[in-house]
C-alpha cells in the first residue's frame, strides 16, 4: 500500500519513541487504562501522532470503559482506512491512519453502546496527539 507520507523504518525509528513506533508501525497495542487520552474530556481534534493527520474529534468521543479512548466515527471519512485483521485467531477490523499508514487500534460494530454509529474506533493513546479547541 501507499501513503501520502512514505518514511523509511529508520526514519520512523527516529522520529518515534520505542513505544510509538511499536504501536504505530508493528500494530502493536499499548497496556489498558494506562493511556493518557483513556479518560480525557478536552475539547479538541485528535491527530495522527506519526504524522500530524486530523482523525477524530472530541465530539464523537464516548466513555466506553474498555480501557482506550473510544470514538463512534471518524473526523472524515477519508482520514482512517479499514483493513480486516485475523491475527490472534479472531476476525477483527484494523484502523489505520489513511495519509501515513500507522496503526491506530481496531473498530467493532454492534456492541450496544448507543452511539449514533453502533461502533466503537478503540484507539492507542499513544498513536494519538490531542490538539485543544481554543
Request: aromatic content about 10%.
Amino acid at each position: 500500500m501507499s501513503y501520502e507520507i512514505e518514511k523509511t523504518e529508520a526514519e520512523w525509528r527516529a522520529q518515534l519513541s520505542p513505544e510509538e513506533y511499536h504501536v504505530l508501525r508493528e500494530a502493536g497495542t499499548e497496556r489498558p487504562f494506562t493511556g493518557e487520552y483513556t479518560d480525557t474530556k478536552t475539547v479538541g481534534v485528535y491527530s495522527c501522532r506519526a504524522c500530524g493527520a486530523e482523525l477524530f474529534s472530541s465530539e464523537t468521543k464516548f466513555d466506553s470503559h474498555c480501557g482506550w479512548p473510544s470514538f463512534y466515527d471518524a473526523r472524515d471519512s477519508d482520514a482512517v482506512e479499514l483493513l480486516e485483521d485475523n491475527s490472534l485467531g479472531m476476525r477483527r477490523v484494523e484502523v489505520r491512519c489513511a495519509t501515513c499508514g500507522g496503526h491506530l487500534g481496531h473498530v467493532f460494530e454492534g456492541e450496544g453502546y448507543g452511539t449514533p454509529t453502533d461502533l466503537r474506533y478503540c484507539i492507542n493513546s499513544v498513536s494519538l496527539t490531542l490538539r485543544p479547541a481554543g
